[in-house]
C-alpha cells in the first residue's frame, strides 16, 4: 500500500506566499495530466452559476488538449440553463490564469478576475474580487507515493461577484458571493481516489471550505483532510490533518445516482487557540446529479463498467452552521447559512449498506 499525504511546499520547491503562475496552466499535453479552472457562485436573488474551463475531459485518456468550458445556471425559480463551448481556437497561458477558448475567457490574478462565457445561446461576464487570501493546504499536491499527484490550489476562497447573464430572451443582472479553484493531476482521478466530499459556504463573516478525500481502495481508502475558515479576510486555521476531526452520518441512497450520500457532515477543528464546527445539513434541493452514462456517454460507461470505474456526481444544497466553544467547551457563537456542496465518487460504493 502506497503512503498518500500532502506534500509540504519546500518538497516541490514552492514558497509558502502563493505564486501569480500558480493559477496558470501547470499541464503538458500528456496522456494522464488533466486541468480546470472552476467558479461558483451563489447570488443574492437565489440564483446559483457555475462556469467550469478545461484542457480536456477528465476521464480522458488522450494526450491532446480537448478545450471546453461549461456553463450551468439556476435561477431563483428553479430553471436551468447548461451550455458548453469548445473550440480549436484556444490558449493556456502559463504565467498566470489566462485562459481563452473561442471567445469564452477566465483571466484572473489571484485576486481580481474578469470571467467570460459565450456561445450563441449565452453571454456571461463576471468580476471576481477576492475578499480571502489564496490558499492552499501545505503545497496543494497530493502524492499517492512518489508520482501520482492531483494538485488543488483554492486562488479565491471567497469574494464577490457581479455581472450579467444574456440569453436571446432576456438579461439577468448577477450579484452575490463567488469561489474559485484550480486543479490538476498527472495520473486520471479514477486510478488515484475513490471517492469525496467537498464544499464552501460564507456564514456570516465567515468563509469556510472543507473536503475530505478518500484514496483509492489499494491504498486503503486512506483520507486527506482539508480544512479552512476564515472571518472578516484573515484565515484562522492552521493544518487539519492535525487538528480536524471529521464525521458522516444520515446517509440515505439517492435515487438516482444510486449512491449512499451522507445527509450530514461534520468537521470540527480544535487547535490550541480556537474551536469551532461546521456542521453541513442536506436540503431537498439537488443541483446537479450525474452517473458515469451522464459524464462520458453510454458507450464508454460500458468499458468503465467493465474496469469497476462507477463515476458519479452529486451537487446538492442545504445549511451550514457554524458554532464556536470557548475552552469549557460551550457554544458561544452559532449560524446558520445556505450552503453548495458535492460528493464525486469514482468507484464502488466505500460505504456498503450503513445503519
Known sequence: MRTVRLYEPEELGLKNEIQLFEDGCRTEEKSGNYEWWYFDSRMNDGSKLVIVFYTKPVTSFSAKFRPAASLNYTAPDGTEIKEEVTSDLFSFCRAQCDNRIGESRFLGDLKHYEITFKNENVECSLNLQSSVPSWRPKSGHIYFGDKDF????????????????????????????????????????????NDWYWGRARIGNYAVISSYIYAAKKDGYQPIPIFMLAKDGKILTKDAEKYLTYEEKDYVKDPYTKRYVAHTLVYDYHDSDI?????????????????????????????????????????????????????????????????????????????????
Not at 292 to 303: E, F, L, N, R
Open 150 to 193: 492531483f494538485a488543488w490550489l483554492p486562488s479565491v476562497p471567497e469574494g464577490t461577484v457581479n455581472g450579467t447573464l444574456k440569453t436571446k430572451d432576456k438579461t439577468v443582472t448577477l450579484e452575490g458571493t463567488g469561489y474559485h479553484d484550480h486543479n490538476w493531476g498527472n495520473k486520471l482521478m479514477i486510478f488515484l481516489m
Open 275 to 355: 474551536h469551532y464546527r461546521i456542521t453541513y445539513r442536506k436540503g431537498n434541493e439537488d443541483v446537479e446529479r450525474q452517473t458515469m452514462k451522464d459524464i462520458v456517454g453510454k458507450p464508454a460507461a460500458a468499458m468503465f463498467y467493465l474496469l469497476r470505474f462507477r463515476g458519479s456526481y452529486h451537487r446538492m444544497t442545504g445549511t451550514a452552521i457554524l458554532e464556536k466553544f470557548n475552552e469549557k467547551n460551550e457554544v458561544t457563537e452559532r449560524i446558520e447559512s445556505p450552503a453548495m456542496w458535492e460528493q464525486m465518487c469514482f468507484r464502488p460504493d466505500r460505504i456498503k449498506n450503513p445503519q
